[in-house]
């Protein structure tokens, strides 16, 4: 029998057009939702809305731009549960950065994810959930990460921090290591030898997939007990 269980249900992720947000989209569909994705550029929106077919339905934004956060969800009259993926990666060294690229770390995944949450409450079913991205680099430090790493810090926080005010809305954060998409392969020069050396190195020898992380993300609209967690997909990665 097909897993219909978002039947009659609006999901929104901001960040579907691509790698993890477009799977969780894909999963929703198939779980019977109607899906609404976002991201900046029409042409992936549009394929990616190709792809999710007539059940779902997208439009521009920017998570760096609080008006268009706001527009985007001002064509909303309602939602049920909001995955937020997107953010900006603006790696670089404290000393030789920008304040301007340091901050635009926390601009996009932390400000950007309260903003979406500012924009989505209003708007949202009184049982929905909330599902914000951190990453492993919360568990793993790197050189040049450490505004990543903090801003993905200050997402898991804000989840913990929001329980009993959301409530009976639920927020948790979803920590990916490192997955098979678009994003890290573009990160690694689109080199297959160094993404192929990258799995080789974690203790299960593979990457994460997009299809590991949408399962997570409707495990986690699904479970009522699920609540200001921070579920880690990195395949055991982050305490090897
Ligand atoms: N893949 C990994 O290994 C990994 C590991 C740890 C954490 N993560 C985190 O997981 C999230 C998803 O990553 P992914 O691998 O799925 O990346 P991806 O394949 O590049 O997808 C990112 C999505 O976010 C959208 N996006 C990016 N910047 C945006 C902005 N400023 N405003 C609105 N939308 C924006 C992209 O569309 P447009 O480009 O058209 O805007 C795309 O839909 C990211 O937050 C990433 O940091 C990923």
């Known amino acids: ?48 809305l190709a792809l999710l077919g007539k059940s779902a339905i997208g439009w521009p934004v920017d998570v760096l731009d609080a008006a268009s956060i706001e527009q985007f969800f001002a064509r909303l009259p309602q939602l049920d549960h909001l995955l937020v993926t997107a953010a900006v990666l603006s790696p670089g060294r404290l000393a030789e950065s920008t304040m301007a690229d340091l901050q635009r770390n926390l601009d996009s995944r932390f400000w950007g994810s309260v903003h979406c949450l500012r924009a989505a409450l209003p708007r949202m079913a ?74 080789a190195g974690l203790p299960l020898g593979r990457l994460g997939q997009a299809a590991e992380f949408a399962e997570a993300a409707l495990f986690l609209m699904h479970n009522r007990s699920m609540n200001g967690e921070v579920l880690h997909l990195h395949g055991g990665a982050a305490w090897a």
Do not use: C, F, W, Y
């Open 126 to 199: 009184e049982l929905g959930s909330i599902t914000l991205t951190s990453g492993m680099v919360v568990q793993r430090p790197q050189p040049g990460k450490a505004m990543a790493a903090v801003a993905a810090a200050a997402v898991e926080t804000l989840a913990h921090s929001l329980v009993r005010e959301l409530a009976p809305r639920r927020i948790n954060v979803i920590s990916p290591g490192p997955m098979e998409t678009p994003l890290l392969a573009a990160a690694l020069g689109d080199d297959a030898a160094r993404l192929q050396a990258l799995a």
């Open 1 to 48: 029998m097909q897993d219909k269980s978002l039947q009659g249900q609006t999901v929104v992720v901001v960040g579907g057009s691509s790698g993890l947000g477009l799977a969780a989209a894909q999963a929703a569909v198939q779980a019977g939702a109607q899906v609404v994705i976002g991201g900046r550029q029409p042409e992936r929106l549009q394929q990616a």
